[in-house]
């Protein structure tokens, strides 16, 4: 197959899980004998030429991130939205590539922030099958763009900014866990056209674990630093851990995110005098992170949104770390409650304290949802498995006619 992949990141510009796994499945599809071209934007990080990679695409500051570096005005924000929503450039690049590749599938990987509705006008004119890859919710956001974690928080200065919105025409469609797939299918996209394949992690997650060593009552977090996350709803947790049964347990923190939400759990620290028991570690690398994952008895992963997929998760239990998480979107289909993990309602610290007191009193039955985890990791999320789902999906999509879904709110 010759396959366009279109995507607004793709390494060596990586944020985050997507772009890595991104990489990893082109690698693996070139391996597999298929052409691949990337479509992608222009980064600082990226120099040189890379075979394979055009990097034409525009990209925009993302006004949806938890926090800018620097203080901007409203006008300033509207101006950065709008051109996340619309590049004409960005579209006239698809166009090229598309004519200039003549692709057997255009495989759509993430398109946030380089003029997405301007994509989705060009992609509706490509000649040959579209397959989008949904990791989030973009297309509930941008028809109705409700969320409270965005800096634009006028409901209808987004509706203005966004503008019309054309149908989504596609050959089918693939999403990382069964609550995407629920979503799509209710705002109108057909359930036949959806494929649900599971994310793939990176190798380093799946090697066999080191022997734990006896550190004492190690609680962990990895992930950025922002409200939807519920960090906060950890720390009171943990506090009441603390002040109850295991006055000895530690809570260490990974990742970075919004300033200010970061102050607030640092204030939250100091006036709880947890300051010996919880440590900022800040961004490592991922083979730091491995070890930090052997290293703690129980990962939290306390979301107060609807993950998508929860990929700290998935790396916790391929590393036969048990994980507490909130029982909300693809965190309910990664864990089966109280066999490989336990869930509890989201924003809960009083549920989220009992299930680590559980699981700290209880060894032996921790080190069974940590082997159970792990089993389940290595089954569902290896790259191969992911790569040849991926790899047939686009074939079959080659032969399937195209479908326009418009938005159902």
Not at 88 to 93: C, F
Request: aromatic fraction near 6%.
């Amino acid at each position: 197959m010759r396959i366009l992949l279109v995507t607004n990141r793709f390494p060596p510009d990586i944020a985050g899980g997507a772009e890595i796994l991104a990489g990893g499945l082109v690698e693996a599809l070139r391996r597999q004998g298929h052409t691949v071209v990337v479509l992608t934007s222009r980064s600082a990080r990226c120099r040189g030429r890379q075979p394979g990679v055009a990097r034409a695409l525009r990209t925009a500051i993302d006004s949806n991130a938890s926090r800018p570096r620097l203080a901007r005005g409203a006008v300033s924000q509207s101006i950065s939205f709008y051109r996340q929503m619309h590049s004409p450039a960005s579209a006239r690049a698809l166009r090229h590539a598309v004519a200039r590749v003549q692709p057997d599938v255009v495989y759509v990987w993430n398109v946030s922030g380089i003029g997405l509705v301007s994509l989705l006008h060009a992609l509706r004119k490509v000649p040959m099958p579209v397959v989008f890859h949904l990791h989030s919710y973009w297309w509930q956001y941008i028809n109705s763009p409700r969320t409270p974690f965005s800096r634009v928080r006028a409901t209808w200065l987004k509706r203005l900014l966004i503008g019309p919105v054309p149908p989504l025409r596609f050959a089918s469609a693939i999403v990382c866990s069964q609550a995407l797939k629920r979503e799509y299918r209710s705002s109108g996209c057909p359930e036949e056209r959806i494929e649900v394949i599971p994310n793939a992690i990176d190798a380093h997650f799946l090697e066999p674990a080191a022997e734990r060593a006896a550190l004492g009552a190690t609680l962990m977090y990895a992930g950025r630093l922002c409200a939807e996350k519920g960090v906060m709803t950890a720390l009171h947790a943990v506090a009441a851990v603390r002040d109850g049964s295991h006055p000895e347990v530690r809570f260490l923190i990974y990742g970075k995110g919004d300033t200010r939400y970061e102050q607030a759990l640092r204030q939250y620290v100091h006036e709880r005098g947890l300051e010996s028991a919880v440590s900022f570690e800040g961004l490592v690398r991922q083979e730091e992170l491995v070890g930090a994952y052997d290293r703690a008895d129980v990962v939290l992963v306390p979301s107060l949104w609807e993950e998508p997929f929860g990929l700290v998760a998935v790396e916790a239990m391929a590393r036969g770390t048990a994980v507490v998480a909130s029982d909300v979107g693809g965190l309910h289909d990664l864990i089966r409650d109280g066999r490989d993990g336990v869930l509890v309602a989201p924003g809960n610290a009083s549920a989220l304290g009992k299930a680590i007191r559980a699981l700290l009193d209880e060894p032996a039955w921790r080190r069974q949802i940590g082997q159970q985890a792990r089993a389940r990791a290595l089954r569902r999320h290896r790259f191969d498995v992911f790569a040849t789902r991926v790899e047939r999906h686009l074939e079959r999509a080659r032969r399937i006619e195209p479908h326009e879904s418009r938005w159902v709110a």
